[in-house]
């Protein structure tokens, strides 16, 4: 079970490295446009490459900010039943999410299919939308996972933490 | 059962939901996906919750959350709040409070590159408050401004809630920003003038620190000059068309970066971290708009905003005693879940009554941004002073104690922008009519 956690926690660490690169590279690309345009010379089709490496940025770090439980929720209640009450609770919000994030995940990736069978472009640069569709259902798919870690590390007793 | 009862229910549910433990935003999707499906049918809520999202993560426009939390992470990181507070230091230091104001000077120098309430609480609860202890200042004091000053980052410019709020209600973040200096200026006013008073009445809680030559005081201002150049050229930028507010971001963000990288006071691991942070936060925030787009979704469908909006019209009680309401709703609402989840969920239903009533859109805003202040240092959940107290370990009650008495200018504040809403609604009027 330590190893399978251990590859999980690795996994969403190197997607938060990719989302870190891309929105470093959002960064860089926008203000080269907006020096260029200054300069008369802009950058064509930046928008719609912001857009998608956005979708790379907030779809990669999904899985970590789930791991560190970094949305917000609240225990207070759940805090004041028994040891083994909360944990049935958590449990159950956990296997809740599961299911929500792997139909998600399925339907994502059915928007990527039709994507790709009607070969939709972005209108300037006329790059394939399809690719970021897969990238945020696989997204979607990992944080399912993660919330499968949930369960293990409940039992192992060793979750909480997170934004309140 | 009609569409308003299941609406209701919904809502209910949402809120039933997030007190099992659940994430606010997993629930919000959840109730948005079920309600659509019970309304319309299963395939279309399935294809209804997958397109919202993915339209919301991949969408040029929310890009700029990601890019303003990193700027104020990078300034977070890299001491640029610590040089701000030495500035405001050697000019107001020496008299009783000075310290206090300092942080209030330095705090509203900070909120210009940096737009989350709870990173400004945090940076100077380091920054300020070992300095306040020092010279013996009362911990009511110390810790209850320092839990204070974060609020200015809901109103002064670049305020994430600014910006989520303009993207909900599909109003100019330019404006917004414009809107929130005056009234986050004026109750920065109120809180250095709440410290004189305190102070004048009872010099041992605020001791004088020591007076600064003239020479440390010029020293110490290009930190501001270079600060405010950076605040100015996005915010002129954003007025004149010239940037998006992502571009307005990108420039700010790299402007900031550059500027730390070439003084060495930031290393690769620290921007490594702020990067990491910001992305955290920033997912924190998408998911939760995406959550409220899918039940915004469930929720128009079932015309509750609309009947709301024309219920609220035909009240028989005058407009601002409406008003009045509203903004105590999301100060209750806010009290209870997280003031920047409640407004999400609570905007969508409200707006569209408040635009009835013919109130302003960006007033509006600035209203509930005064909400915001008030209910992110007022029990049960005041992010605020948790903060604080997990870094000075100073008992909540003390906190809360110091609290109250800023907390009067905040309101008197919110009491002055109803009767005079120009306060917000001049700047966007003249610069971007």
């Not at chain 2, 079920?34 to 049918?41: E, K, R, V």
């Not at chain 2, 230091?93 to 210009?112: N, R, S, W």
């Not at chain 2, 970066?257 to 290393?267: E, F, P």
Request: hydrophobic share 55%; proline share 5%.
């Amino acid at each position: 079970m330590k190893a399978f956690l251990h590859t999980i926690h690795r996994i969403t660490i190197y997607m938060n490295v990719i989302a870190g690169v891309a929105l470093t590279f959002i960064i860089l690309l926008t203000v080269c446009d907006v020096v260029l345009r200054a300069l008369g010379s802009p950058i064509s089709g930046v928008y719609e490459i912001v857009a998608m490496a956005g979708g790379i940025v907030i779809g990669f770090v999904t899985p970590f900010t789930s791991w560190v439980r970094g949305h917000i929720f609240m225990d207070f209640v759940i805090e004041r039943l028994s040891r083994g009450a909360k944990s049935a609770f958590d449990i159950a919000t956990r296997c809740v999410g599961i299911a929500l994030f792997l139909m998600i995940s399925w339907n994502v990736f059915k928007i990527g299919k039709n994507l790709h069978s009607v070969d939709e472009v972005t209108p300037t640069l006329e790059l394939p939308l399809y690719p970021i569709a897969y990238g945020v259902a696989f997204c979607f798919f990992v944080l399912s996972v993660v919330l499968f870690c949930d369960i293990l590390k409940i039992t192992g007793g060793s979750f909480g933490g997170g934004h309140e | 059962m009609n569409e308003v009862i299941s609406g209701c229910i919904g809502l209910a549910a949402v809120l039933v939901l997030f007190l099992t433990g659940i994430e606010l935003a997993f629930s919000m999707l959840l109730v948005g996906f079920l309600g659509f499906a019970y309304l319309t049918s299963f395939e279309a809520a399935m294809h209804l919750v997958a397109k919202d999202l993915f339209e919301v993560f991949a969408s040029y426009g929310y890009t700029v959350f990601p890019i303003f939390i990193l700027m104020g992470q990078i300034a977070f990181n890299s001491g640029i709040a610590k040089r701000l507070y030495d500035s405001a230091y050697t000019f107001i230091g020496h008299i009783p409070g000075g310290l206090a104001m300092a942080t209030v000077g330095g705090a509203t120098a900070f909120k210009a590159l940096c737009g989350s309430a709870a990173a400004t609480a945090a940076t100077f609860a380091s920054v300020a408050i070992p300095e306040m202890d020092r010279y013996h200042y009362s911990k009511k004091i110390s810790t209850g401004i320092v839990a204070t000053v974060g609020t200015l980052g809901c109103m002064i410019p670049p305020s994430v809630f600014l910006i989520i709020f303009g993207i909900i209600t599909e109003q100019s973040i330019g404006k917004l920003f414009l809107a929130g200096i005056i009234p986050g200026l004026f109750i920065a006013v109120t809180f250095l003038a709440t410290i004189y008073v305190w102070g004048r009445k009872n010099p041992a809680l605020a001791p004088a620190g020591e007076r600064s030559t003239w020479r440390a005081r010029f020293l110490s201002l290009p930190e501001v000059v270079v600060v405010l150049a950076i605040f100015v050229l996005m915010i002129v930028g954003l007025m004149r068309g010239f940037f998006t507010p992502t571009e307005a971001g990108s420039v700010g963000t790299a402007a900031v970066a550059l500027l730390v990288l070439l003084r060495r006071q930031l290393k690769f691991r620290g921007y490594v971290k702020a990067v990491s942070d910001s992305m955290r936060t920033a997912c924190m925030m998408l998911m939760l708009i995406g959550g409220s787009a899918v039940l915004g979704h469930f929720i128009a469908i079932t015309n509750i905003p609309q009947i709301m909006a024309d219920w609220v019209v035909a009240l028989p009680l005058n407009r601002n005693i409406i008003m009045v309401i509203i903004c105590l709703i999301y100060i209750l609402g806010g009290s209870f879940i997280d003031d920047l989840a409640f407004m999400i969920l609570a905007t969508p239903i409200f707006f569209p009554a408040v635009l009835k009533l013919g109130f302003d859109p960006i007033w509006f805003c600035i209203m509930i941004g005064v909400t915001q202040m008030i209910g992110v240092v007022i029990p049960p959940v005041a992010i605020n002073v948790f903060i604080v107290t997990n870094i000075t370990k100073v008992p909540m009650s003390v906190i809360y104690s110091g609290v109250y008495p800023f907390l009067a200018g905040i309101i008197l504040f919110g009491a002055l922008l109803f009767l005079f809403p120009q306060l917000a609604l001049f700047l966007p009027h003249y610069f971007m009519p």
